[in-house]
């Protein structure tokens, strides 16, 4: 079975340019997780949405961040405009149902760098 | 704001070694799992433990949970190279596993 696909795997942008993160949860898969992950701050949760629906968005560090889910199979994590400082990792991840002993399932992540 | 301290932060060992790394936090979670994450990747789940003092058990992996339910451990017996990684915490106090409170991280390296 095919996992969290997210695209791209890399990219370089210059600052101010939007950049758009794409990923396909498993298939099957009621939630889906938006993280990011720096040396500084680990891995923190942006974003999740459970059937679609954006439940928890206290973690998206400011209005330059929007998340979207228009479908079960596909979402979007957009960062308009770019700045140094978003140079991360994003991790998108999906998990069958919640629950104590969910099992969450991690993409290989977009590695963003702003310069 | 929950924090999950992990330590120690690097541990470069020798095949064969044992090892142990912490995870405390002052907060009482209802679940804590266990990642472990290789370069290039995504983290990986190894184990959910639920009940406080609670021990698991995968192969040479030994987890436990404390009684209070707010700290853990990851024992490697014997450790391998394949073991080398970035070993995650993560607690959950929501009953739902959908808000993670990651821990800040052990890397272990594991050299022959």
């Known amino acids: 079975d095919a996992g969290v696909i997210q695209s791209p795997r890399h990219e370089v942008t210059e600052m101010g340019q939007e950049v758009t993160l794409r990923c396909k949860p498993i298939s099957g898969h009621n939630s889906l997780f938006w993280y990011r992950q720096t040396m500084m701050r680990g891995l923190e949760l942006l974003i999740y949405?459970?059937?679609?629906?954006?439940?928890?968005d206290s973690g998206m560090p400011e209005d330059r961040f929007s998340a979207k889910m228009p479908n079960a199979s596909f979402s979007t994590l957009k960062i308009q405009p770019s700045e140094p400082r978003d140079s991360a990792v994003y991790f998108c991840?999906?998990?069958?149902?919640?629950?104590?002993?969910?099992?969450?399932?991690f993409g290989e992540g977009s590695w963003l760098t702003v310069v | 704001t929950q924090l999950l301290e992990q330590s120690p932060q690097f541990l470069s060992i020798q095949e064969g070694e044992n090892l142990t790394v912490y995870c405390n936090s002052s907060?009482?979670?209802?679940?804590l799992q266990w990642y472990r994450q290789e370069p290039g990747e995504g983290p990986v789940l190894l184990v959910t433990v639920v009940t406080g003092g609670e021990v698991k058990k995968l192969k040479r992996l030994t987890f436990q949970f404390g009684d209070a339910r707010k700290d853990s451990s990851l024992h490697i017996t014997a450790a391998q190279p394949g073991d080398t990684g970035l070993y995650l915490c993560?607690?959950?106090?929501?009953?739902?596993?959908?808000?993670?409170?990651f821990g800040t991280g052990t890397r272990l390296q594991v050299t022959l």
């Open positions: 993560a607690g959950d106090n929501t009953g739902t596993a959908s808000k993670l409170t």
């Open positions: 991840a999906s998990s069958p149902r919640t629950g104590a002993g969910n099992t969450i399932y």
């Open positions: 949405f459970n059937n679609n629906v954006p439940i928890d």
């Open positions: 907060s009482v979670f209802s679940s």
